[in-house]
């Protein structure tokens, strides 16, 4: 039974594939977006549970400017953000933290350890800066 | 009284303290003055002398210079009245108010210097970056030298190394995310075997990404530090270099008919053969990759003069996906990608290569697109006989 909503937004086809068959285990309805402004997109029409969220993408939305309007939006108060990104510098971080974003993951990390935030959900607002572990 | 020359701009603490103590024995005995402003007005670095009472006594042209302030202003001033200047001349936020003070007045070694250093990132001249140690006189530790020194090259050259490093460090993680993550899906799971062969496939080709990012970080950065001293340069025909370069690549002629037209009398270029080579490679292996749905390839040449220097200009024209103008001022800049989505194979690094090696070789690179239209990629290059 799908009872919640995943979404992942990622402008790389195998990060977005590795994660649909990591975390398609029959809980989550899983979407996908490419770029910044199809993720606000979907966000807003399905209001995902999480977003798995990369930084780096085409466009003019990066993950952190999707971060704070899924944060700055009411209706969107639920949702448990987790940037995934390769950007792995104390400033990169602290983008990510003034962004409102829940979880802050560097790649590459184990699909265990994405798991495992994801389902805890542990202290949302305060991301821990988390490398492979 | 030691007559010190004019100091060379990486002057070390000796130094510091030969100066401070001529300059302190001339505040001493007041004489040697046309001797000590002779000395400190040719001096490269900046240099101010606080008397022991802590007021501003000297400061040479050099340091008015990098603070960007008046000897009207500081001659004779308390020294904080001369740090709160300093202060403000430099970016020091508001919490930190009285750090420069507190450095100045710090207890130091009698004839010795601070044992850091300071940096202050200047406001004006903008962006200039200058190192601040303090002395004190040996006989009286009350009695100080400001130096000054402008480290603004050096710190620029910091932050584009770490910079790279840290551009580096992302280039690399991304192919080792899909790398990391799909063996650990393979590990965890049972799958098919038509999914495992493609995971594995996955895998192989992130790998290879992997690879060439490795291999082209290391060009660069040899390139960078030897700066064009290990090319091996000798007059290169370019026709057959062109010709061994084509069938080395085999680029499939179906989707992409390569057409060479390059005059058989074309003079000889200066180069190192195997940079040229793979300058050739880049721009050739671009002009596929950003054609995906095929098209002709031109290679053209031409000799033209330059400032009366007579060069070859090697074109390679693709009917591919072209560019924007901002994405054609970008294009050499390292770990610059026109495409993003990580569809096109790549590291950002291509065209930062080729412009380096032919501006190390002498040329120059000229790139004019369109969106939709494609892409010519022109090398000048200087040859043998001028």
């Keep these: ?133 | 009284m030691k007559i010190i020359s004019i100091l060379p701009p990486h002057a070390g603490q000796a130094v510091i303290q030969d100066v401070m103590e001529d300059i302190t024995q001339s505040i001493d005995f007041g004489d040697h003055h046309e001797q000590r402003n002779l000395i400190c007005s040719q001096c490269l670095v900046g240099l101010l002398t606080l008397t022991p009472a802590g007021t501003v006594f000297y400061a040479n042209p050099t340091f008015l210079k990098m603070t960007n302030l008046s000897s009207k202003e500081i001659i004779g001033k308390p020294a904080n009245v001369l740090c709160a200047l300093l202060e403000e001349q430099a970016e020091i936020s508001t919490s930190r108010k009285g750090l420069i003070e507190e450095f100045i007045s710090g207890n130091i070694v009698a004839g010795a210097a601070s044992a850091r250093p300071l940096h202050l990132f200047m406001k004006s001249p903008l962006n200039s970056v200058i190192e601040l140690t303090v002395a004190s006189s040996a006989t009286n530790t009350e009695s100080r030298l400001l130096y000054l020194r402008d480290v603004t090259h050096e710190a620029e050259v910091d932050r584009m190394k770490s910079e790279f490093l840290s551009h580096a460090a992302h280039e690399l993680r991304t192919p080792m995310a899909s790398i990391y993550g799909f063996t650990e899906l393979l590990l965890a799971q049972e799958f098919d075997a038509e999914m495992r062969k493609d995971l594995l496939q996955t895998i192989h080709k992130q790998t290879a990404w992997l690879i060439e990012i490795i291999n082209e970080l290391l060009d660069i950065s040899r390139i960078e530090s030897r700066r064009g001293k290990d090319f091996k340069v000798e007059p290169v025909p370019v026709v057959p270099l062109v010709a061994d370069v084509l069938s080395a690549m085999q680029i499939d002629n179906q989707r992409w008919p390569v057409k060479v037209d390059l005059p058989v009398e074309l003079p000889t270029v200066r180069a190192d053969v195997s940079k040229l080579r793979q300058v050739l490679i880049n721009i050739l292996g671009n002009a596929v990759k950003y054609s995906p749905d095929g098209g002709p390839i031109t290679i053209s040449g031409t000799t033209c003069k330059l400032d009366d220097k007579t060069q070859v200009s090697l074109t390679v024209t693709d009917r591919g996906i072209g560019m924007t103008e901002e994405q054609v001022a970008r294009v050499c800049e390292r770990f610059y990608r026109a495409d993003t989505s990580g569809n096109t194979p790549g590291t950002g690094l291509g065209m930062a290569i080729v412009k380096e090696v032919v501006e190390l070789l002498g040329g120059s690179v000229d790139i004019a697109s369109a969106p939709q239209l494609g892409t010519t990629v022109t090398i000048m290059l200087p040859t043998v006989t001028p």
């Design chain 1, 1 to 133: 039974m799908l009872t919640q909503k995943l979404l992942i937004v990622d402008d790389q086809p195998e990060i977005r594939k590795m994660l649909r068959i990591a975390l398609g285990y029959g809980k989550y309805q899983l979407y996908e977006a490419d770029n910044g402004d199809a993720a606000l997109a979907v966000a807003h029409a399905e209001k995902p549970d999480v977003i798995l969220l990369d930084v780096s993408m085409p466009g003019i939305l990066d993950g952190f400017a999707v971060c704070r309007a899924v944060k700055q939006d009411p209706n969107l108060s639920g949702t448990f953000v987790v940037m995934l990104t390769a950007r792995g510098s104390l400033e990169d971080y602290r983008a990510g933290d003034a962004s409102g974003a829940d979880a802050y993951m560097i790649k590459p990390c184990t699909l265990a350890k994405l798991i495992e935030v994801v389902e805890k959900r542990e202290n949302p607002g305060s991301p821990v800066r988390a490398y492979t572990s």
